[in-house]
């Protein structure tokens, strides 16, 4: 993965939702940046401020509907930051879930955020 290049095109994301989905998520957010024991690990905290970031890029336009193309490209790459982020600490707590908890592991597994057709149910 760490070959990979993550890249969200300026149209394949919806600023709006976007906008809305990280501001009905700021308190968790907020509770996570103050969690001592998460900030003592370098690339979650680069994670959640790259998704701080984000969200204030989003907050600072008044009309997301009607942005220019030049913009959407710059909200794609911070996007783009968050989701390459994003993946590789998902990757990290698969590895620690496999090793420590396999049990956690396997519903982690089944419920894969990057399969669509994940499924908790067991066949």
Known sequence: MKGYT???SPDQFNPVELRAFLGDKLEF???LM???NL????SFTD???AVFHLSEELVARKDLAELPQTDR???AGDVNRVYGQLTARWL???KYL???YPYLFSLAVRTNPFDETASPVVT
């Open 6 to 8: 993550f890249h969200v």
């Open 29 to 31: 957010l907020l509770r």
């Open 34 to 36: 103050e969690n001592p």
């Open 47 to 49: 994670l959640l401020l």
């Open 92 to 94: 990290d707590y698969m």
């Open 73 to 75: 490209a710059h909200l």
């Open 39 to 42: 900030l003592e690990h370098e």
């Open 98 to 100: 496999r090793a420590n």
